[in-house]
């Protein structure tokens, strides 16, 4: 059999110098350099198969520690539960988990309200979500509109329906991540199309920036979640008082 008549120059992988080679796959330069490397590179497998049995059993002396003690730490309680050390103080924070705080730097948790946090949060999967109530008078309510649909018929903002659904206790459910408000409620508090809004109605952005103390970020932000409506009058922006005061302005008692 005829062998290739083509050179390859190439460095030995294990000895550095460089050769001619006939295949682009040849990595050493002779069979001894390539008996040493096959050697190595078993060693090193079985050093990193040793390595790792030492860390598992390591592991698992810990794990077996910890499950003897009736007090953990935030970071051995995370670790026996398989969770972030930040999933354990939103626990505490929430007041499910309790927590004794030793000093600044020294929290401990109890085994014991470990097990009776698990004990008391059961996965229960979740009913199907409601798509009927019931008015003031106790009749059921069938009919409903998206607050997508709100918007398109009577013209008015997303934070707009949200505030005369709260002010005129407007009833609603929730389907499939979906608010849905109670068609005849919503026909009889919008009505139809707003008025266009009067010269005073309107209020910029510099002025709203003072009475709230936000950056114009923020208020950008506002603007665009919640759709409001505004006008460009020259280099000003204005946007309708009504709208941003139902989002910003605390509610107050009646």
């Known amino acids: 059999m005829a062998t290739s008549s083509i050179r390859i120059k190439k460095v030995c992988e294990w000895c550095g110098k460089e050769f001619e080679a006939q295949k682009c796959s ?36 810990k794990e077996e520690a910890v499950c003897r003690r009736d007090y953990l730490s935030v970071q051995e309680t995370a670790d026996l539960m398989g969770v972030k050390r930040n999933a354990i103080y939103q626990l505490i924070y929430r007041g499910k988990l309790k927590a004794y705080r030793l000093t600044s730097r020294v929290t401990r948790i109890s085994r014991k309200d470990i097990d009776d946090l698990l004990g008391t949060s059961l996965y ?26 709100i918007i398109e018929k009577f013209g008015v903002s997303n934070s707009w329906v949200f505030a005369q659904g709260m002010a005129h206790n ?22 139809a199309k707003p008025e266009t809004p009067k010269e005073d109605d309107w209020i910029s952005y510099s002025d709203v920036r ?35 005061d139902a989002i910003l302005r605390p509610p107050t008692l009646k």
């Open 26 to 61: 040849t990595r050493y330069c002779c069979k001894r350099c390539a008996e040493h490397a096959y050697k190595d590179r078993k060693r090193q497998e079985r050093k990193t198969e040793t390595e790792t049995k030492v860390i598992e059993t390591i592991i698992r002396q």
């Open 124 to 149: 229960v999967r979740k009913s199907k979500a409601q798509t009927s109530t019931t008015d003031e008078n106790g009749e059921i309510i069938s009919e409903f509109y998206t607050t997508k649909e």
């Open 170 to 191: 407007i009833p609603k459910v929730y389907h499939r991540g979906k608010t849905l408000w109670s068609k005849t409620h919503c026909d009889r508090v919008f009505k």
């Open 210 to 244: 003072a009475e709230y103390n936000l950056t114009h970020d923020q208020l950008h932000n506002y603007v665009k979640y919640h759709g409001l409506r505004r006008k460009k009058v020259g280099k000003y922006t204005y946007i309708l008082k009504s709208e941003i």
